[in-house]
């Protein structure tokens, strides 16, 4: 096959085109020529076509900030919580394993035996008495001592208040138990008639 030859001059341009330089070494008729200004406009572009798929295609980069120093103050505040944590717990601790050890249990009061000594109405509505009872205190605790400071007895009829005696402290050791005579007097207690019938 002949080379075509090259297109004819356009009309439209007044200036001349330069002319293509000639290569130095033969072309075979089976090979294609690309000028380098042609190739340099293809890699060009190419170039930045590749550049454009690399920034679309490389995902993001997220910087770590740098770790900062934590305050000394902060610091001194953990380990204070730290410490009072500890401590509460072991309180804790230490509570529940003497309650166990122990098993407190509360004291014991009953009246085995009660006396009516005297009994005398002003009238209907008024009642004067003397009783005495036997009170029993009774400490079950194996380990504890029981110290009662202050002992107010009190006796009511119904809802109403008929006497009242103070007894002075005393202490009771641990499976102790202890009767007491409490003596009530009793005057001018004012009861309705729906009671005192």
């Keep these: 096959m002949l080379p075509l030859p090259p297109p004819p001059p356009s009309p439209l341009l007044a200036e001349p085109s330069p ?37 679309l295609s490389k995902p993001p980069v997220f910087k770590h900030p740098r770790p900062r ?28 394993i003497i309650y166990l050890v122990i098993k407190p249990t509360n004291p014991v009061f009953d009246i085995p035996n009660a006396n009516l000594n005297s009994i005398y109405f002003d009238s209907p509505e008024y009642f004067n008495g003397d009783l005495t009872f036997l009170a029993n205190f009774s400490n079950p605790n194996r380990k504890i001592y029981v110290r009662f400071e202050y002992v107010d007895i009190e006796l009511y009829f119904s809802d109403r208040l008929i006497g009242t005696q103070a007894l002075q402290p005393f202490t009771q050791r641990s499976r102790e138990t ?20």
């Design 19 to 55: 002319q293509p330089r000639k290569q130095g070494f033969p072309v075979s008729l089976n090979q294609i020529v690309i000028s380098k200004q042609a190739r340099n406009q293809q890699s060009s572009s190419a170039e930045t076509s590749n550049s454009d798929s690399k920034k």
């Design 69 to 96: 120093r934590t305050n000394p103050v902060i610091w001194c505040g953990a380990i204070l919580c730290l410490i009072f944590s500890l401590v509460l717990i072991l309180f804790g601790i230490a509570t529940l």
């Design 178 to 197: 202890r009767l007491g005579s409490v003596h009530v007097i009793s005057s001018l207690v004012y009861l309705p008639q729906n009671l005192a019938v």
